[in-house]
């Protein structure tokens, strides 16, 4: 039976993630804000390296929302030498568990992190494939070796898109596909009247055309130059961290407008004052098999979207006739102009039926019932929703 750790009245969850509590709120937030209605969470981020002579190797920990602690292992500028990391990260876990407990769910987010928890024997563990790794630039040549053992040892596979699904379940024909989904409530505060504009987009003479979210190589930076120089009355507000982007690199026009990073709570406030959003992806195996979280959060918002042809967002959006998808420029501008100038009515009653549908606490509620069927004890899912601090922490929300 799995029960509550020794060490607290609520069973601990390990998570081990790729990506930065604070850097933008994506899936791995959404669902730890939920488990930790049930479960204590512990959030390890990879190693943050300092100079040499700093206080390393360590642990700093923070709390970041309600029952959810984020750990960063601070180390030495690596020497080279393979394996060095890791034979510095796993005394450091190993001496938060002493301090902390066993814990019961060890939850993967990136297949590297076995190189650190590997030698843990949790009662349940679980692996969360939300994106395609080994496809990212700079990706570890390991990545995919390391993937095919997590996929096979873990007790849970599960993915976060349908084209994901179809290419894991080679390896794990039991694996669940849980795409990425949405707060509705949160991003439906941009149809509400008299929503206070961002002063700092205020002057932006519209059509305004938006994305928010992560500027990386993913980012098809070309069709967006395209656009803009094909429609320069037009508005493009571009909001997000710039990672693995050489910023020089970003297109530079009177009417694109890189905002850097806001905060998720921020969001629909730009999104109130936006006539359309442009999901320009690049067509690449960095986005072959991505399920953009961006695409129901733009039309829970009541923003029309264009994207170019991701297989996650032609199926289902653009098949059900939420979304357009273009691959051109003058075929962006054309959509464009068409999703601003079609009634918006029919199609707004169209997208919140297919958003009824889906939910991140439908989402976790899922995860949970598997969680609590591998493993017998796992606590009851329960119906509070995530406090609020959740909404207030620092997502996103650096400056450029």
Not at 153 to 170: H, I, M, N, P
Request: hydrophobic share 45%; glycine share 6%.
């Amino acid at each position: 039976m799995l029960q509550p750790s020794t060490s607290a009245s609520r069973p601990l969850l390990l998570c081990l993630s790729h990506l930065r509590w604070d850097l933008v709120l994506q899936r791995p937030q959404h669902l730890m804000a939920r488990a930790a209605r049930d479960w204590r969470v512990l959030y390890l981020e990879e190693a943050r390296f300092e100079a040499p002579g700093a206080d390393t190797p360590r642990l700093e920990r923070r709390t970041v929302a309600t029952g959810i602690e984020a750990v960063i292992p601070v180390l030495p500028y690596w020497d080279g030498v393979p394996g060095s990391v890791e034979r510095l990260q796993r005394p450091l876990l190993d001496t938060l568990l002493a301090e902390e407990g066993q814990p019961d769910v060890v939850w993967y987010y990136t297949p590297l992190a076995q190189s650190v928890a590997g030698h843990l024997t949790p009662r349940v563990t679980v692996y969360d494939c939300m994106d395609e790794l080994s496809a990212f630039k700079d990706a570890s040549p390991h990545l995919l070796l390391a993937e095919r053992r997590l996929i096979h040892r873990a007790d849970l596979v599960f993915t976060g898109g349908q084209s994901l699904y179809e290419a894991k379940r080679a390896l794990r024909p039991d694996a669940y596909c849980f795409p990425s989904s949405i707060d509705v409530v949160h991003f439906a505060a941009a149809r509400m009247p008299g929503l206070t504009e961002p002063s700092e987009t205020a002057a932006l003479p519209h059509p305004r055309i938006g994305w928010f979210g992560v500027v990386d190589e993913r980012m098809d930076l070309k069709l967006l130059d395209a656009c803009a120089a094909l429609r320069p009355e037009w508005s493009f507000v571009m909001i997000g961290p710039v990672i693995k982007v050489d910023p020089a690199d970003l297109p530079r026009r009177a009417n694109i407008h890189w905002l850097g990073g806001r905060s998720y709570a921020e969001l629909p406030a730009y999104l109130a004052h936006w006539d359309a959003g442009f999901m320009n992806f690049a067509l690449n195996e960095a986005t072959r098999h991505i399920s953009p979280t961006k695409t129901p959060e733009y039309l829970a918002a009541g923003v029309p979207v264009v994207s170019t042809a991701i297989t996650d967002v032609v199926n289902p959006w653009s098949k059900v006739g939420l979304v357009e998808i273009a691959g051109t420029a003058g075929a962006a501008v054309t959509a464009l102009e068409h999703v601003m100038g079609r009634p918006r009515a029919p199609w707004l009653a169209r997208v919140d039926a297919h958003l009824a549908r889906i939910s991140w606490d439908k989402t976790w509620d899922g995860m949970h019932s598997l969680l609590r069927k591998a493993g017998h004890g796992v606590p009851a899912v329960t119906t509070t929703e995530p406090g609020p601090d959740l909404l207030r922490s620092s997502f996103n929300d650096r400056r450029r």
